[in-house]
């Protein structure tokens, strides 16, 4: 067992604290929300875990930290996607049980990025590239190994999986740390802020898909994982903190859909479903143009589908995280805009996800 990374910074008074996670290689996403945030050396970033992989600019995005690095104030923690990077780089363990089968399936990874930078792709010798990616790539080798598993200052705890105490962190498994899914459902509360991403936080409602950062005050813990790259209507978030010692959390986020203004109010949905990643069996009932009625075999609920969220599994069919939610909508808000059929809109409102059936206006702000 490779035991915990803590690293204990002093973070100076009257520093606004930035913490982005789950990047997942989405270099023009995270510029932009950069760019939202007004991004200065006077801050402190925090990036807690899952910088890397499943999206296609890994490689570019690890490169601008790097460079980020030297001009900022700037933390990278460890996540589970980056610790896999780094695994390859130290160890031979995973090479049959994991990277045999995972490289020659993503050309967008990192370690393919890399390789074909130098030259060398090469899935028959994975040893050889080893060597080959060690001997080239020393300083991004370096700049991963540096990333500690946790961070921890007087008030805050930034782990990329969760911890199940704050006592002797260090004698704690490292994978354990970055890969620990569901976390809010284990029931845990501490005495210090502990922000984590790795899980996204829309697979913790039944009822309404929101990839807006969880924060639950009684048990001092803060979710973020918005599902970049992972979910068409995924995003990017940026939870903002005026100091270290600050309890009054705020947050902003970037998802990259054109927004447009509502005309017509519309009411909540009183009850809905959020079907989500690993709990998607459908029938298909009715097949439509744009949306085919299924029956969720989970709950037994009847809804619309958008066609093209509709997949064959390996044990039948499935979807892409959908919803039956009616957005709560007053004239005049914005909407990002999901999706748009002939008879309303999928849209996001302050990063819930849900359907529109008013007008929305032509202007895209």
């Known amino acids: 067992m490779e035991k915990a990374i803590v690293l204990r910074p ?61 001009t900022h104030t700037l933390y990278p923690v460890c996540g589970n996607c980056d610790g896999l990077v780094l695994r390859f780089f130290e160890t031979s363990e995973l090479d049959g049980r994991f990277f045999a089968s995972y490289l020659p399936r993503h050309p967008e990874s990192t370690l393919r990025q890399l390789a074909r930078e130098g ?26 190994r540096a990333m500690p598993t946790v961070l921890e200052t007087e008030h805050l705890v930034f782990v990329h999986g969760g911890v199940p105490s704050l006592e002797r962190m260090e004698e704690l498994d490292r994978w354990k740390c970055m890969k620990n899914d569901d976390f809010l459902g284990q029931g845990h509360s501490f005495d210090k802020w502990v922000i984590v991403g790795h899980w996204p936080v829309t697979l913790y409602n039944p009822r309404i898909p929101s990839s807006a950062p969880l924060l639950l005050r009684d048990r001092k813990i803060i979710s973020i994982d918005g599902a970049c790259v992972l979910k068409v209507d995924g995003q990017l978030n940026a939870l903002l903190l005026p100091s270290e010692e600050s309890e009054d959390f705020a947050w902003t986020a970037w998802d990259g859909l054109p927004v447009s203004r509502a005309l017509d109010s519309q009411r909540a949905s009183t009850d809905s479903l959020n079907i989500r990643w690993g709990r998607s069996a459908l029938r298909l009932l009715e097949e439509g143009e ?31 995280d959908s919803t039956d939610y009616r957005l709560p909508v007053s004239p005049g808000d914005l909407l990002t805009v999901v999706r748009k059929t002939k008879c309303g809109f999928l849209c996001k409102k302050e990063g819930t996800t849900g359907w529109y059936y008013g007008r929305l206006s032509d202007i895209m702000v």
């Open 10 to 70: 002093v973070f100076e008074p009257r520093r606004r604290i930035i913490t982005v996670s789950d990047i997942h290689g989405n270099l023009p996403f995270f510029l932009a929300l950069m760019d939202k945030v007004r991004l200065t050396p006077e801050d402190i970033l925090v990036l807690n875990g899952d910088l890397l992989e499943k999206g296609q600019d890994s490689l570019p995005l690890l490169r601008h930290l790097m460079a980020l690095s030297s």
């Open 119 to 144: 030259g060398f792709e090469q899935w028959d010798n994975l040893p050889k590239l080893r060597r080959d990616l060690r001997a080239s790539f020393p300083e991004e080798w370096a700049w991963l």
């Open 290 to 320: 744009e949306l085919s009625l299924c029956r969720h075999l989970e709950t037994g609920r009847e809804l619309y589908i958008l066609n093209e969220y509709l997949r064959q599994g390996p044990d039948g069919l499935e979807c892409e």
